[in-house]
């Protein structure tokens, strides 16, 4: 496993402004992880208190070394592809305004539409 090396002290504000404020949780989570490795907490405690396996703790330390900040954020195309395209949700919005007592007819729509 890579070693994290001391973090500069610009670097260091940096993660720790990260992980305070960041809108997404798993970018503080690695920032946290990452500002305890340089300050030398052992890997093993850190699989612990954030509840990781050694190789997600490997991939985290392995993307900071290899991409810097970018490698605390997901990368695109995780996660579950859309149900609707950005047209169709357009389509759906205007249904909705047009009846917005009345979903289930909108519902009754989509089906209709897109199956």
Same mark, same amino acid.
């Given at each position: 496993?890579?070693?994290?090396?001391?973090?500069?002290?610009?670097l260091?504000? @940096?993660?720790?402004r990260?992980?305070?404020?960041?809108?997404?949780?798993q =970018?503080r989570?690695?920032?946290h992880?990452l500002? #305890?490795a340089?300050?030398?907490?052992?890997?093993?405690?850190l699989? !612990?208190?954030?509840r990781?396996? /050694?190789k997600? @703790?490997?991939?985290?330390?392995?993307?900071?070394? +290899?991409e810097g900040?970018? %490698? #605390? /954020? !997901?990368?695109? %195309?995780r996660g579950e592809?859309? +149900?609707f !395209?950005?047209s169709? &949700?357009?389509q759906?919005?205007?249904w909705?305004?047009?009846?917005? &007592?009345?979903?289930k007819n =909108?519902s009754?729509k =989509?089906?209709?539409?897109w %199956?």
């Open positions: 496993m890579m070693f994290i090396r001391k973090i500069n002290p610009l260091s504000k @940096l993660l720790q990260i992980h305070r404020q960041s809108r997404h949780h =970018v989570q690695r920032a992880c500002i #305890l340089s300050q030398g907490v052992k890997k093993r405690e699989m !612990n208190i954030f990781i396996s /050694y997600t @703790l490997y991939n985290w330390f392995t993307r900071w070394e +290899l900040m970018i %490698g #605390l /954020y !997901n990368k695109p %195309g592809e859309a +149900l !395209n950005s169709q &949700k357009a759906i919005k205007d909705a305004k047009q009846e917005p &007592k009345q979903l =909108v009754q =989509v089906q209709e539409a %199956g």
